[in-house]
C-alpha cells in the first residue's frame, strides 16, 4: 500500500501563487509516475500536470506556462508550482501515484483545498 499526502493548499487572491507538496510512502516501489489532478464544485477530476522520472509529461492547456511540476528532494515527492492563479484554479487538488500496472499500483492523497480570489 502507497500513501498520499499532499500539503500547501490555501487562499490566495488572483495573480498570487502556491505551491503543492505531495510526499509518498509505505510500499512504494511500484510508482512509475505522479500527477495532479483538481476537481472544481459540480465538475469532473481532471488532470493537470504529470511527471515520470523527473521529467514533465504533460500540463493541461489552462495551465501551461503558469504551473510546473517537479520532482521533489525526496524519493516519490514532488511538487507543484501555481503562478498567476485565477479564480477558475480554485479546486480541490489531488496527487495520484500510478505504477505500470494502474490495476495493481493506483493511488491518490485526500486532496487539498485550493481557494483563489478574485
Known amino acids: 500500500q502507497v500513501q498520499l499526502v499532499e500539503s500547501g493548499g490555501g487562499s490566495v487572491q488572483a495573480g498570487g501563487s502556491l505551491r503543492l507538496s505531495c510526499a509518498a510512502s509505505?510500499?512504494?516501489?511500484?510508482?512509475?509516475?505522479m500527477a495532479w489532478y483538481r476537481q472544481a464544485p459540480g465538475q469532473e477530476r481532471e488532470l493537470v500536470a504529470a511527471?515520470?522520472?523527473?521529467?514533465?509529461?504533460y500540463y493541461t492547456p489552462s495551465v501551461k506556462g503558469r504551473f510546473t511540476i517537479s520532482r521533489g528532494n525526496v524519493e516519490n515527492s514532488m511538487y507543484v508550482q501555481m503562478n498567476s492563479l485565477k479564480p477558475e484554479d480554485t479546486a480541490v487538488y489531488y496527487c495520484?501515484?500510478?505504477?505500470?500496472?494502474?490495476?495493481?499500483?493506483?493511488?491518490w492523497g485526500q486532496g487539498t483545498l485550493v481557494t483563489v480570489s478574485s
Open positions: 509505505g510500499d512504494t516501489t511500484c510508482i512509475a509516475a
Open positions: 511527471i515520470r522520472d523527473g521529467v514533465p509529461t
Open positions: 495520484n501515484a500510478l505504477g505500470e500496472n494502474t490495476r495493481e499500483c493506483k493511488y
